[in-house]
């Protein structure tokens, strides 16, 4: 058994260390690039969503390495990635493959138990409990770590003398987390890469704008996806921030939900004016941050969402009406494989324009009362 | 007199009768909005976001037409699931946030929740709870409630013998025959002419698949029931698919009951391939539906693998009318071939 899973953020940051500590065959999907896209665009139902354009690209790009299994996460909600699995398995039996297994592991039934249980099916029997567990909570770790830094390096980004110092230290930091095989070495590289990063010397005169990036999951944490938004915003003076973390996901749903204190209720509450139930996905997390940031004083938000996204087409049509009683300029951005990068990045700029203009107005504003 | 609202736009063709019994059996009137129209698709339009899809947009339109017609509420449910462990698109669920949100000066919304994994909110429980938000008095909601679930049942056993919801509408007295004349096509289902032995040549008949918001408003898919019966065609629609012909067809085509409407559409689809009377199918789904997405993909394959004659017709706001007749006449020209081939 070949087993290869999707790229999603950093997961497989966490997954090449419980491969190679395992001794488990596995495949990583090359990089996303633009033939991955190209592949599953070809054997996608033509308005699914561009998540599942992209694993099915990864997995067919992997196949052709010479995986047979496919593992990924699924959860049946009003969202259609409950029924990806399914039809993944489907799509690739017709294109040929007709070997190839797809394996979902359900995070709304047992959680963590049931990720255990994922995870032993894969591994094999001869592992016990413990050790099961000890690789999870390891992973997590690992993505935790991963995520944290770059938390930093998003706010390093607007901030450093020479943003390029930033982004050369942070390029090291995923094979350095993938070498450290258990808590001792990864405690070790996590002081090497903070103390790293602290070494930065800052520009004292930088006065970044705060923007916060949100929307559907897969689109806010995949770099390839949402074509590197985070570091064309940081080199623009730009501190970026989000709250879709895969870790986060991990403890809340994973953990907290075990016990029924998944959901942040203070995100409910500011939602819920506008937005009253849970409709599924990010939707409601979508509403109620915007809410919150704009109370926080953000200068503005950034909303993406792949193109027919039912949750945030929902979230996009409410918004406005937040939007009336608090002032916090939105850009939305639809996400599909017909996006073009100069005309994205000229959106960008431009939204970046709008709110220093609207930083030095509400400054002046102040100045004069 | 109480007036409350119910736009003929998404879940009206399913359970109007439903509603209307119950809402009228508790002293309110019952205001309805007319089939939709260029002016009910603008109001829609104006204040949707692009990517929405087109029977969501038209929902929006109805809603904005009954506030001009001054309703004291609205009444717009908020459906989760519908028998079990199956569930709804997003968009129903949100349904009247996204309408308190889009429409300006939106009525009050009597809204209920229906999820049927929680034994608190079956359709039932939820439909009392509305009732109650009427009327205080418990035995008269339940009174109403029983006269409105019967009701429902006699509707949908008219459509499974082989009525339209409007023909069934109109039978049952909720609709005059005269208020959508071209919904309403009383040589609907024409008997068989001819036969084996020669005369004149069987109708063809087609399956037409979809939701009920696509198949029978007629302004969005331009008549396509109307146009289907001019070209003398027999239609069969998923209403008219028998209970363990939907099970079975979607146990063929997917496997398990994923969606709670377009479970419907899968399954007739099944049923109707693998019913030798039937020599088409065309499904008609809304650009931009996110569960018809993977459901037509599931369909397509299924007409593939079985050299099934399958067609399917995508709305939206743009959709001209001469490129529907245009494919519509091609489609049973070629059936027609193909039939008098096999002959």
Redesign the interface.
Known sequence: MKVTVPHAGHLWVALHTLFERTGIEAIEPPPSTQRTVSLGVRYS?????FPFKVMLGNFIEAIELGADTVAMAEG?????L??FA??YE?TLH?IGYANVRVLAFNWQDEQIVGLAKFLRSILGEEYRWRDITGFIWHGIQQIALMENLEKRVQYLRPRARDCQQVERIWATAAPRIIAAHDKKALKAVRHELEGELSAVPLDSRADPLRVHLLGEFFVVIDPFVNMDLEVELGKRGVHVTRSRWIAEWAKIWLFLELIGLGHDKKVKRAAHP????D???E?IYTVGETVLRAQEGYDGIIHLQP?????E??A???L??ALQDHDIPVMYL?IDEQMGKAGYMTRVEAFVDLMRRRRTRIRKEVAIA | MIRIGTPRALFFYQYYPLWHTLFTGLGAEVVISPPTNREIMAGGLAG??A??CLPVKTYAGHVAWLRDAGVDWIFIP?I?SICGTD?????F??L???M???VKGCPPILDI?VDASKPERTLERALQAAGLRLSKDRRRVDAALAAALSTHHRYQAMMRDGLTPMQAMVQLGFLHADEAPSTFHPPFTPPFQGGAGGGKASPLTIALVGHPYCIYDTYLNHDILKRLARLGVRVLTCEMAPAEGLMQGIQRL??EW?WTYEGEVVGAAGHYFADPGVDGVIAVAA?????D??M???IQ?TARLESRAYMSLIIDEHSGEAGIVTRLEAFVDMLARRKAKTR
């Not at chain 2, 569930?87 to 968009?91: A, D, P, T």
């Not at chain 2, 650009?287 to 569960?291: A, E, L, V």
């Open positions: 139902p033509e308005w699914i969503c049946p909600m009003l969202c259609r409950g029924y399914k039809l489907q017709d506008y937005l009253s139930r409709v599924s996905g939707a193109f027919t996204c039912m949750p087409i929902i996009q049509n409410v406005p009406r639809v | 949707m976001v990517e929405t908020a989760r569930f709804n698109c997003s968009k669920l949100g009247p946030d996204l308190q949100a889009n929740d997917s496997g994923y650009f931009g539906c996110g569960p997405s993977t037509l993909a599931v394959r």
